[in-house]
């Protein structure tokens, strides 16, 4: 079990190189592209490439959001129940989430491999499936962050009365 703990912590730091890593690419890469545009045109792969490390960006951000329990989650039983009925709410919650996670890891490993039968290209001779290859590792981690969650106590934050809308 120590293991497991060390991994999922190796994992966790992982993810949040990468986030903050392609954060700051991709805010560098508007930059330059800022600039380029000002002086004339710059190269044409940067805008092909920005669109890439957006997609891969959102997809870690909403696995971090995973692991720190802070997706977006229908499950306002699980809030309101106590008790062993809370607790079971939330389990079936985390476990819907986890197949659902899982079915979308699965139709992306499918996505993956039929666009790398093809030829496409995304920019300068980069197959577009290396753009897509995330996709895949990043849902089968979100399955397994949700499955992690399970038996964990919920955390409830209150709701600040100045953040609700009218």
């Not at 497991?4 to 912590?9: C, E, H, N, Q, S």
């Not at 990468?18 to 954060?23: D, E, I, K, Q």
């Not at 229908?74 to 819907?96: E, K, N, P, S, Y």
């Amino acid at each position: 079990m120590r293991a497991l703990g060390i991994l999922a912590r190796t994992v966790a730091r992982v993810e949040d190189v990468l986030l903050a890593s392609l954060g700051l690419g991709l805010l560098a890469a508007a930059a330059a592209q800022l600039l380029f545009r000002l002086f004339g045109s710059g190269p044409v792969w940067l805008d092909p490439l920005m669109r890439s490390a957006t997609l891969w960006l959102a997809l870690i951000g909403a696995l971090v959001a995973t692991r720190e329990n802070r997706q977006l989650q229908i499950d306002i039983l699980a809030q309101r129940l106590t008790g062993w009925l809370g607790h079971l709410a939330r389990t079936v919650v985390v476990l819907f989430t986890a197949v659902v996670s899982a079915l979308l890891a699965h139709a992306s490993w499918t996505l993956v491999m039929l666009e790398r039968e093809g030829d496409a290209e995304i920019f300068a001779s980069v197959p577009t499936w290396w753009a897509l290859a995330i996709l895949p590792v990043v849902f089968a981690l979100m399955c397994l962050h949700s499955l992690g969650q399970i038996g964990r106590p919920v955390q409830h934050e209150p709701v600040q009365p100045e953040a609700v809308l009218p």
